[in-house]
């Protein structure tokens, strides 16, 4: 009823809000050296494999983003509870501010390209607990402990555009947007009939192999590289 689509509208403004003051609170300083660099064409993507591959991982990802964003609502909907699908949305998104500001405080380890295939790995396996089960509890306390890895990961994009694309990151911000637009577009779609034509547990399996399988491939021929240019170097 009207009460029900209000209290969604308000939970995903909160969430919104949430999100926003998350980002901006996890941004870390920008090194005033790059604030004085000028600005400059982006790298062709095809003489940039760094950049390249972080867009197609970037589309994969925001495909099972899209995918949880609309499974979670429809889920609650199609068990009769569709005025639970805006909260738990929320959990996601409080879950995502309490691991984006805790990533945000701390010196983290290897490359923010690294950084990003791995918590986008850590995220699909922390959705694996709704492939076996589409329970609403389940499903909450899932949301929220998956939100904490999507915010390191959101923010490990960023650094990392920054990194591969120092003076051109309005250019390079556009392509990654794009790139995740797409995805999301395409997972969307796919969400609400898998859950209601398969069930809720295909939706997020589907995520999770998005989540895991690009990212853990780009890992693995990320490591394989490095071994290369070792073996070359010695």
Do not use: K
């Not at 999100?19 to 790059?34: G, K, N, V």
């Not at 738990?88 to 990533?103: D, E, I, M, N, P």
């Not at 295939?117 to 306390?141: D, M, N, Y």
């Amino acid at each position: 009823g009207d009460w029900s689509s209000d209290v969604c509208s308000s939970d995903l403004l909160v969430a919104a809000a949430t999100c926003l003051i998350a980002a901006t609170l996890s941004t870390p300083q920008r090194d005033p050296t790059r604030a004085a660099m000028r600005p400059e064409p982006m790298t062709r993507l095809r003489e940039s494999r760094g950049l390249l591959a972080l867009l197609l991982v970037g589309v994969a990802f925001g495909a099972g983003t899209g995918i949880v964003q609309v499974a979670t609502p429809t889920i609650a909907g199609h068990g009769g509870h569709g005025s639970l699908g805006g909260p738990l949305l929320a959990l996601f998104a409080l879950g995502s501010v309490t691991g984006a500001l805790w990533f945000g405080s701390r010196d983290s380890e290897g490359s923010s390209f690294s950084r990003f295939l791995r918590t986008s790995v850590i995220l699909g396996f922390l959705i694996v607990p709704v492939c076996v089960t589409s329970s609403l509890p389940v499903l909450a306390v899932t949301l929220f402990v998956a939100g904490i890895a999507f915010g390191p990961a959101t923010v490990s994009i960023f650094e990392a555009l920054d990194h591969l694309a120092p003076r051109a990151g309005t250019e390079a911000l556009t392509w990654m947007t794009t790139a995740e637009g797409c995805g999301a577009a395409g997972g969307a779609s796919l969400a609400g009939y898998l859950v209601v034509h398969v069930g809720g547990w295909s939706a997020f399996t589907v995520a999770s192999v998005l989540f895991v399988i690009p990212a853990g491939g780009a890992i693995v021929a990320h490591a394989t590289t490095l071994r290369r240019r070792a073996a070359i170097q010695n």
